[in-house]
């Protein structure tokens, strides 16, 4: 399976609702051996460190199919641990109800879920392909 970007990621600015500090989303489209894979969103925070919370929305991306299932994470800082980890959480916990999100997973939902192998292969292509995401996590000082 080769995973690639289909074009540049799109980011934006925001303000997190938590702590009122700015952050970035950023929006990827992932292809899976050229055809759409899936879409990515990624918040990019500073709280108790770098964090990127990633949400990942598998299904077909046309009009009228109703499939789409998402997963989430957080990247970031973890007790007695030099590096950062992944770890999962409730899907889109951020964002409303929608049909591009389709069904959102809960963490025990997705750490059973046949596709939970898939997710970590986006994600971890995400944190050394996307430059922002990449930067943000390893880089950032």
């Known amino acids: 399976m080769t995973l690639t970007l289909d074009g540049d990621s799109e980011s934006r600015e925001a303000t997190c609702n938590h702590c009122g500090r700015q952050y970035s989303t950023v929006s990827s489209f992932v292809l899976k051996d050229g055809s759409v894979y899936c879409v990515a ?66 963490r025990e939902e997705a750490l059973a879920h046949p596709r939970i192998s898939e997710f970590w292969s986006v994600v971890d292509f995400l944190l050394v392909n996307e430059p922002l995401i990449e930067h943000h996590v390893h880089h950032h000082s």
Do not use: M
Not at 54 to 77: K, Q
């Open 41 to 106: 969103k990624t918040a990019l925070h500073d709280h108790d460190g770098q964090e990127a919370w990633i949400d990942v929305v598998f299904g077909t991306f046309e009009d009228g199919v109703d499939d789409h299932i998402s997963f989430g994470c957080r990247v970031g800082p973890v007790e007695a641990s030099p590096e950062p980890a992944a770890t999962a959480v409730n899907a889109a916990q951020t964002y409303g109800d929608s049909a591009f999100w389709g069904q959102k997973l809960t």
